[in-house]
């Protein structure tokens, strides 16, 4: 609901004739300049990250303000030494996007369409679950992973990143559902058509859009875990990247072009995501939040 | 067995203190017209419905009670233990009853983390807050690429903790860190400042940094409460001379309490359960100068191996976020209201 209503009145000033942004005035152009001086400095830690990453290798003393002369070496290091880990990473990540969603959309679906009894208990059960800690979870799930065996696996810490995500999926996806037309399934069930038909052929189409919102959020929430990573898992066997780079930071630091250029590596799901997908983001922000 | 009883009755309590919550989610729920009313021609039919409708649940609902339920009770059994590496070859954890919180909380270092804890949420949450609030009611103004630029702000809280902490380790670092350097040449400084590596000074470079991380997100849900506000007020206020400050102290910030209380209190929760950041630039150092009731915790469990111990100062925090858990019930349910 609050999604929608903020995204309708974002549009407004685009559309309305006499808004500021058909007719640009000195005025206007100067906040301009000062929302990007604000970004400039916001920013600039990302900036120093990528300059760091295109620095020759060992010079640490002189960082140059602007990689006049870039170096890739800092890339190559990362890539010989950090590739395993990166395709760790995508594999859990995705991993976590298909069983955040296998769980979360029919989980929405029943909660938004269905009067399921007990809806409100599990919605309050999802809210309760963002108070709880991670490393509190992380300390339970350490003892019982030992005993099953799941220490050091890709899938002891798919189902563990996804902790992340399905409470958050369950809440875009059901927020979603509930603009739904009800009158479109109703029509299809009377055709004959059974739950899980329905549910597979109308109601998945439909709700594409928070489908795949929550589906980039799961990636990024599982991409970026630390906590599991550096607690669930205690061989090489399986190191996501976010626990190479902690491994990197953990001694001192003598080569920081690859230690920044492993950075920058693991922040190209995050960058793709905002430019790609820029109004399932925003619709991820907005909604996620207040709900 | 006794794990899937345990959570079952963790989930029934939590249902019990949210009755007031669960009321005005059904109530919404009524409104949408129900797969339900398809079904009941018949007793043993409308039953079969319902079962079938619960199926769609059954995979969420059994997650969250392995993966949230579970852990809670598991660290509430294992703070009353003596669980350490020992446990695990000979299985057995012997009962010590308050003993757990009888050393942790009698500890030097609790007091520290404690007082840590209280910092570096209160720091954190009142930089992000004032900074997003401002940069918000900046971005109401309309001006040429408002939406792309916003956007691009988001990109730090997008980015992997770990990522912003190796940064941020770089960029403070003593000797060759950005800041120093960009001080150095504004002549403001002449030695370069330890701002990890002094006890004076690292919890406060710690809280700058999560200051940074947190502001986009207040800034988008600030901004988007201040959307909500109809223009017709400032118009009306305008006649009766409120405009600027006057403006905001009495139309913009009354109309958006509602939203304020949801994101300090979402930011306290947060934030009193950071860890990545924490262990990514100091690793609670120097000398425990950044060591918060949640890193103490980490600390406990994974490298002294003492889980009972790292599970009691765990459920401290759990009470300290339940407290403000209940805090943010009421504020969403105020929101909501109004």
Not at chain 1, 31 to 59: D, E, H, K
Not at chain 2, 119 to 140: C, D, M, P, R, Y
Not at chain 2, 281 to 300: F, K, R, W
């Amino acid at each position: 609901m609050t999604t929608t209503k903020i995204t309708a009145r974002r549009s407004a000033p685009a559309s309305a004739p006499r808004a500021g942004a058909n007719v640009p005035s000195r005025k206007h152009w100067g906040y301009t300049a000062l929302a990007i001086l604000f970004l400039a400095v916001m920013l600039f830690p990302v900036y120093w990250m990528v300059n760091a990453s295109l620095q020759p290798n060992g010079t640490t003393l002189e960082t140059s303000w602007i990689p006049l002369t870039p170096d890739f070496t800092g890339y190559a290091t990362a890539i010989s030494e950090q590739a395993g880990n990166l395709g760790t990473s995508l594999i859990i990540s995705l991993g976590s996007v298909v069983l955040s969603l296998a769980i979360a959309a029919p989980a929405a679906y029943a909660l938004a369409y269905f009067k399921v009894r007990g809806a409100g208990v599990v919605l309050f059960a999802i809210l309760i679950s963002q108070m709880i800690p991670g490393i509190v979870v992380a300390n339970a799930l350490y003892t019982a992973y030992n005993d099953l065996g799941l220490l050091n696996s890709i899938p002891g810490l798919i189902l563990a990143d996804s902790a992340h995500g399905i409470p958050f999926a369950i809440l875009i996806i059901r927020a979603f559902m509930n603009g739904m037309p009800a009158s479109v399934i109703e029509a299809a069930r009377v055709d004959g058509a059974g739950h899980i038909r329905a549910f597979c052929s109308i109601v998945i189409p439909l709700s594409r859009n928070s489908l795949i919102t929550a589906g980039l959020f799961t990636f990024l929430f599982a991409w970026s875990d630390f906590l599991f990573a550096l607690t669930l898992t205690t061989t090489e066997a399986v190191r996501p990247v976010t626990l190479g780079i902690f491994q990197y930071i953990g001694a001192y630091v003598s080569d920081w072009s690859s230690v920044m250029a492993t950075a920058v590596l693991a922040s190209i799901p995050a960058i793709v995501l905002l430019v790609a997908a820029q109004k399932y983001i925003a619709a991820g922000t907005t909604g996620g939040a207040v709900k | 067995m006794s794990l899937t009883t345990d959570a079952s009755r963790t989930a029934s309590r939590a249902g019990k203190s949210g009755s007031g919550k669960t009321g005005s989610g059904n109530s919404r729920a009524g409104k949408a017209p129900a797969g339900v009313t398809l079904a009941p021609r018949r007793g043993t039919r409308a039953r079969r419905e319902r079962i079938f409708q619960w199926l769609f649940l059954v995979p969420a609902v059994i997650y969250m009670a392995l993966f949230f339920g579970y852990p809670v009770v598991k660290n509430l059994v294992m703070s009353f233990q003596d669980y350490t590496t020992a446990t695990f070859f000979t299985g057995e954890a012997p009962w010590v009853g308050l003993a757990n919180y009888v050393t942790v909380l009698s500890s030097s270092l609790f007091s520290t983390s404690l007082l840590n804890t209280a910092l570096f949420t209160l720091g954190s949450i009142l930089g992000q807050f004032v900074i997003g609030l401002a940069l918000a009611v900046f971005f109401q103004r309309k001006f040429p690429l408002n939406g792309i630029l916003r956007s691009l702000l988001l990109l730090p809280w997008l980015l992997p903790l770990i990522v912003s902490s190796a940064v941020w380790r770089w960029i403070l670092d003593k000797d060759s860190g950005a800041l120093n350097r960009f001080l150095g040449e504004l002549g403001v400084i002449h030695t370069g400042v330890p701002w990890l590596t002094s006890t004076s000074l690292a919890l406060i470079a710690v809280v700058g940094v999560n200051i940074w991380i947190g502001i986009p997100f207040n800034l988008t849900i600030l901004y988007g409460g201040l959307q909500e506000i109809p223009d017709e007020l400032y118009e009306a206020g305008s006649l009766d001379g409120a405009t600027g400050w006057k403006a905001f102290r009495h139309i913009t910030w009354p109309m958006l309490r509602p939203v304020v209380s949801v994101v300090l209190v979402l930011g306290v929760v947060y934030t009193l359960k950071v860890l990545d950041i924490i262990l990514g630039l100091t690793n609670g150092g120097p000398a425990n100068s950044t060591q918060t009731i949640a890193t103490q915790s980490y600390e406990l469990s994974f490298h002294e191996f003492k889980f009972g111990e790292g599970a009691a100062l765990g459920n401290v925090l759990v009470i300290i976020s339940l407290v403000f858990a209940v805090l943010y019930l009421r504020a969403s349910r105020r929101a909501v209201d109004e």
